[in-house]
């Protein structure tokens, strides 16, 4: 197993475990662990096709087969790499914010160990994708993510965060949300490959904006007021 304790739920646990984790998550967002279990209890149809994905793809088999973790003992040598590759820039957004990536909860909610790796994949490539993109960390940021990781996942979960993160905003917040960072994230979502059927220890020592090339992938759009 790759998360914790695996706990099976019948429908109707599901459904309560889905309504609280999104009630409490709603009253304090910094509960990471409410928004782990809400996506989880919600997004099984979700990561079902996310994992189908990765099996007609030769790089995400090869994560499915492998099943490399986003931890520190694995990805430590990040740390290492010059700022310009991948794997360099990576580890300058995380140090500069003082996060380690052993920090994620563990997966409870499903059903089978493969889906069960698939679900904490998707949570720890989280600051790949920050890093990809260039998105800072706060409201706004962690919004426009979600909605990529609606386009690339179409996980209830993720869209719900974005209703809940919007409402946060201030008049300022918000028009700068819709005007540049919200039509940004859609097209971001749509134009960049499949995200989670990439092997992106692999690539760590490429150059970051070689990836980003390859890939697909748009940065967000330079803005002093975030």
């Known amino acids: 197993m790759v998360g914790g304790v695996r706990i099976q739920l019948n429908r109707w646990q599901q459904a309560a475990v889905a309504l609280g984790s999104a009630v409490g998550a709603l009253l304090d967002p910094r509960r990471a662990d ?4 809400l996506g989880e209890t919600t997004g099984k149809p979700a990561f079902e096709r996310v994992l189908e994905r990765m099996k007609k793809s030769a790089e995400g088999r090869a994560v499915l087969m492998e099943r490399p973790r986003v931890l520190s003992s694995e990805v430590g040598h ?17 140090g500069s914010r003082n996060f380690s990536p052993d920090d994620r909860p563990p997966v409870r909610f499903m059903d089978t160990e493969e889906l069960e790796y698939v679900a904490m994949r998707a949570r720890e490539v989280h600051d790949f994708w920050h890093t990809l993109f260039g998105l800072p960390t706060n409201l706004i940021g962690e919004s426009a993510l979600k909605v990529i990781e609606f386009e690339q996942m179409h996980l209830p979960m993720c869209m719900l965060s974005v209703l809940g993160g919007t409402a946060r905003f201030n008049e300022k917040q918000r028009k700068l949300f819709f005007q540049h960072y919200f039509p940004w994230s859609i097209r971001a979502g749509m134009q960049c490959t499949d995200l989670m059927c990439i092997y992106y220890e692999r690539h760590f020592h490429e150059d970051l904006n070689d990836v ?3 890939w697909g992938i748009i940065p967000a759009p330079p803005s002093s007021q975030v």
């Open 78 to 94: 990040a740390w290492d790499l010059p700022s310009n590759t991948f794997g360099g820039a990576y580890a300058n957004f995380m």
């Open 34 to 37: 409410l928004i782990a279990a």
């Open 212 to 214: 980003r090339a390859k």
